[in-house]
């Protein structure tokens, strides 16, 4: 099967430093060679007769021959005084760095369709280049040095562009910087050139719009967390186990807040460590997350859906990418899709802890005065008793949740006795407390020794 003729081509060669110890090749002709090459290669590209100018430029009778044809790192125009600049200063540099030379060469029909020469320009100075060269291990764009030219005078359109460290810039394994060694571009790194430049030119036309479609779809989705908006999940819900896994992990939260010494602060979901506690925490907010997902008759299902395809959209654009320029898909991971996917994950999961904290609370504050702060509630029974049964049982509906939590709560599972009624259950806290406050007043007249004496 004959392969489609890609949009993008790269093809790329390299001369090792004059310094680099791989470097073999030595003597004073061999540097002379070297620094005629650097004027050739500026000659070369600046070359006026091969100056870009659009067809009705050309007719108008307008042309750049003010300027040469080399672009610098902040899409300027070189004149002549920069281009014999440059020349001189890569005689340095090639001294202790690599050179590297490259063409990228288009489809005249992807070029044509897609943007003007003037806005290549511009993205392939100031987005194309810095992004590859910090791909390619680079530390600090601005110590490197790269140049480039469009081309227009054969069958194809094509960039001559060359680049070098104008001082030790490279990041070894082991964290330490200096001159790249390696002068040959591996496959990930001509491929990863090639996606930026493919992604340069469809942007307005395809890329944009599908990236702007996923922010939309996101937003859309993240309202569903918003207190200030009407679409609030997390209140708006009826579901007694959902309910009850809410004050739950409410509960639990506080608890690690307070262990934690972090009272006051508002909490991030993934800055929770995974302690015993710590994951009954995470385990429990990834149940609750999975219920809201998993109601395929809620509006949130819809607009999760909604994220989920405008994400495979975006995903298969950059599979067709790589098929379109013959690359292996496998070899670019799709950066900007995970980084979207674990956005989105990480904002519900924050939304969630931080609205259970927040509701317990509340919701603790307003069932316990300031007099019984420290007492059990009929609330806190079916309150654990509800997140109990949701661990152990699964029921169809509310319905059936309710009515076993209230018939486990008011009387015995094994039908041979029977708890108190309500009254007595009710009576029988007040006394447990009753009975606790009048233990801590006892305890607490052992340390009145003064008052005890003066009766």
């Not at 050309?58 to 080399?70: A, I, P, S």
């Not at 980084?339 to 919701?363: F, P, R, T």
């Not at 059936?400 to 007595?424: A, M, Q």
Request: net charge positive; glycine share 4%; proline share 1%.
């Amino acid at each position: 099967m004959t392969k489609k003729s890609p949009n993008v081509i790269f093809a790329c060669e390299y001369l090792l430093g004059l310094n680099n110890k791989s470097n073999k090749k030595y003597g004073h002709n061999y540097q002379s060679g070297r620094n005629k090459d650097v004027d050739d290669m500026f000659d070369y590209f600046s070359n006026p007769k091969k100056s870009v100018v659009k067809l009705i430029d050309y007719y108008m009778g307008h042309t750049r021959r003010e300027h040469y044809n080399l672009i610098l790192e902040d899409g300027s125009v070189a004149t002549k005084e920069e281009v014999e600049k440059r020349k001189n200063n890569y005689k340095k540099y090639i001294k202790n760095s690599n050179i590297w030379k490259g063409i990228i060469s288009f489809n005249n029909e992807f070029i044509d369709q897609n943007i003007s020469f003037e806005n290549l320009e511009q993205r392939i100075a100031k987005e194309v280049m810095p992004n590859f060269l910090k791909y390619c291990g680079f530390k600090n764009v601005k110590d490197m040095d790269y140049v480039f030219s469009i081309h227009t005078n054969s069958k194809h359109y094509h960039i001559h562009l060359a680049f070098l460290e104008k001082k030790p810039n490279y990041v070894y394994r082991n964290g330490k910087v200096g001159y790249r060694r390696l002068g040959m571009l591996s496959s990930d790194e001509k491929n990863y050139l090639k996606r930026l430049v493919q992604l340069a030119v469809e942007r307005d036309k395809l890329y944009t719009p599908l990236l702007k479609q996923v922010n939309n779809d996101i937003d859309d989705l993240k309202k569903y967390f918003n207190v200030n908006e009407k679409n609030f999940v997390l209140k708006n819900i009826n579901e007694i186990q959902f309910e009850e896994n809410i004050l739950k992990l409410g509960e639990l939260l506080k608890q690690y807040r307070s262990d934690k010494n972090m009272i006051g602060k508002k909490m991030n979901y993934n800055s929770i460590r995974k302690t015993e506690l710590g994951k009954e925490i995470l385990s429990l907010t990834r149940n609750i997350k999975k219920y809201l997902y998993n109601d395929e008759t809620s509006l949130l299902y819809n607009e999760k859906n909604k994220v989920n395809e405008s994400l495979n959209k975006l995903n298969e654009y950059f599979n067709k990418l790589d098929s379109d320029n013959n690359m292996n898909s496998n070899i670019l991971k799709n950066d900007l899709v995970k980084d979207k996917e674990k956005y989105i994950d990480n904002y519900i999961s924050n939304a969630i802890i931080n609205h259970s904290l927040y509701k317990y609370e509340k919701i603790s504050m307003t069932i316990k005065s300031k007099k019984n702060l420290d007492h059990i509630t009929i609330e806190d029974i079916i309150q654990e008793l509800a997140y109990q049964n949701s661990l152990t049982k699964k029921r169809t509906n509310d319905f059936d949740r309710r009515k076993e939590v209230l018939t486990n709560f008011f009387e015995n599972s094994s039908g041979s006795t029977k708890l108190p009624n309500k009254y007595k259950m009710e009576r029988a806290i007040k006394n447990i407390n009753n009975e606790m406050d009048q233990s801590a007043e006892k305890f607490s007249e052992l340390f009145n020794y003064g008052n005890s004496m003066n009766k």
